[in-house]
């Protein structure tokens, strides 16, 4: 069973228990008629790799003034009996430099929470007590300038501690469970309701100029109105951001369970532009520092040294979308980057043993690139393959059996596009082709609409 960060923290240790409810997923039906000598290959013929961030916005850092506030709701939570007076407040742009050109350097990509008003401190729009103006634009175009291109932004909700109530964009009165987003809401709401809600965090990103194409949901968010969340995302996103293809953050597959992205909502699936959200789970729990910043890192639990044991290698191996998952409080550490060094260990492993069988994707890539493997119609008739996508897909690949050709040729609309051979698969990216064993492996950037590949 696939199942929310909340819950995963839970089964490991770091949250008490509490009852919850499994996702009632609203997945999408059968996939499209494929041909059976065509096959929709993984992008470039590569397993995926992510990185999402959590609890990461400008300057504030989380897991000091988020637990205070924890700790006020869940008195009897030992989690949250911590010394965080003596935490720092702030996680500095320095470290947010270093880390994001060294992951660029890498090429790691992923995805990037930035609470609105994290922990109530104050708004990213507005003003941030106890930095400047100066400081809190400077964050601000840090993120866009550096973080943007090879990131994710999502809101993680509003606050990520206290419940808003959108009326007077004050925290409500009550302080328990109920108006915590952590376990909001803990009854039965309307979709339009909760989409309020996710726009509201939306519109505040909008207005710092950054682009959105999707949400995570802070620990236990929506847990009781699970079938409503995919909706509410897709009017919330559409929306603020005119998104066509939004996407979320919530769960996380463990052992055998699928790590692929889910489709849900879909609706108008045999339209030119049907609507869906891509549910796009994380695959491994937060092993480096914790929510809070405060746990030892256990980067092994990724990969070891050598990058021969650990859950990311073990998706790999599988040919499993791998995905990792972290705090932002826990790469820093307090200072220490404790979380940061093991993190910069595991990748580095990673990217040793398999720089020819991955590909580092922004997590709105993953999503893109499932959606257009089950929803884009293939047809093969003799030497020719036809597609008919309601979305576009960079690096969409595919595997073609067939006897030795002269060429390949994309064609798009009245543009033909010869496509280029390449000696080793590895060496595949868009517009190119490899031949093996008497099959093809095309990669292609696939248009929105009808294309179609030409062998002669």
């Not at 990103?205 to 009781?224: A, M, V």
């Not at 040729?409 to 490899?434: C, K, N, Y």
């Not at 093809?440 to 062998?455: A, D, H, M, Q, W």
Request: net charge neutral; aromatic share 10%; hydrophobic share 35%.
């Amino acid at each position: 069973m696939r199942i929310t960060k909340r819950e995963f923290l839970k089964t490991t240790g770091v949250l008490a228990a509490s009852s919850v409810l499994s996702p009632p997923f609203a997945t999408a039906g059968q996939p499209p008629a494929v041909s059976r000598e065509v096959r929709v290959a993984l992008p470039r013929g590569r397993v995926p790799l992510s990185f999402i961030i959590d609890d990461s916005t400008c300057l504030v850092n989380m897991g000091k003034f988020c637990m205070p506030q924890f700790a006020a709701t869940y008195p009897d939570r030992r989690d949250y009996q911590k010394d965080w007076q003596q935490w720092p407040d702030e996680i500095p742009d320095s470290f947010v430099r270093e880390f994001g050109s060294w992951c660029a350097e890498q090429g790691v990509r992923g995805k990037y929470s930035i609470v609105p008003y994290p922990a109530c401190v104050g708004w990213l729009d507005r003003t941030l007590p106890g930095w400047s103006q100066k400081q809190l634009k400077d964050s601000l175009k840090l993120v866009r300038d550096l973080m943007v291109p090879n990131w994710d932004i999502h809101p993680e909700m509003i606050t990520h501690t206290r419940v808003i109530d959108l009326k007077t964009g004050r925290p409500f009165a009550e302080i328990s469970p109920a108006t915590m987003e952590n376990s909001y809401p803990q009854q039965d709401m309307s979709v339009d309701h909760l989409a309020a809600y996710l726009a509201y965090a939306l519109k505040i990103l909008k207005n710092c100029d950054l682009p959105c194409e999707g949400i995570t949901t802070p620990g236990g968010f929506g847990n009781q109105v699970k079938d409503k969340l995919p909706l509410a995302v897709f009017e919330a996103v559409r929306d603020v951001y005119g998104c066509e293809l939004p996407h979320y953050f919530k769960y996380i597959s463990s052992g055998d369970e699928s790590t692929e992205p889910r489709l849900e909502a879909l609706r108008d699936e045999d339209s030119s532009s049907p609507s869906v959200v891509a549910n796009v789970p994380a695959g491994t729990g937060d092993w480096f520092g914790g929510w809070d910043g405060v746990l030892p890192s256990q980067g092994d639990r990724y990969a070891n040294e050598d990058a021969t044991r650990g859950r990311m290698v073990e998706l790999i191996e599988q040919g499993r979308p791998a995905i990792m998952l972290c705090h932002w409080p826990g790469m820093y550490c307090g200072g220490s980057l404790e979380g940061y060094r093991d993190f910069q260990r595991v990748v580095l492993a990673l990217n040793r043993r398999f720089q020819d069988e991955t590909v580092w994707m922004k997590v709105s890539e993953i999503g893109r690139y499932w959606t257009a493997k089950r929803l884009t119609k293939i047809q093969r008739h003799g030497n020719t393959v036809r597609l008919n996508a309601p979305f576009s897909c960079p690096n969409f690949t595919l595997r073609l059996p067939s006897e030795r050709v002269s060429r390949i040729t994309l064609r798009t609309g009245d543009v033909a596009e010869q496509l280029s051979s390449v000696s080793s698969l590895p060496a595949i990216a868009a517009g190119m082709f490899h031949y093996v064993d008497g099959e093809y492996t095309v990669c292609f950037p696939l248009s929105k609409g009808e294309s179609r590949i030409e062998l002669s």
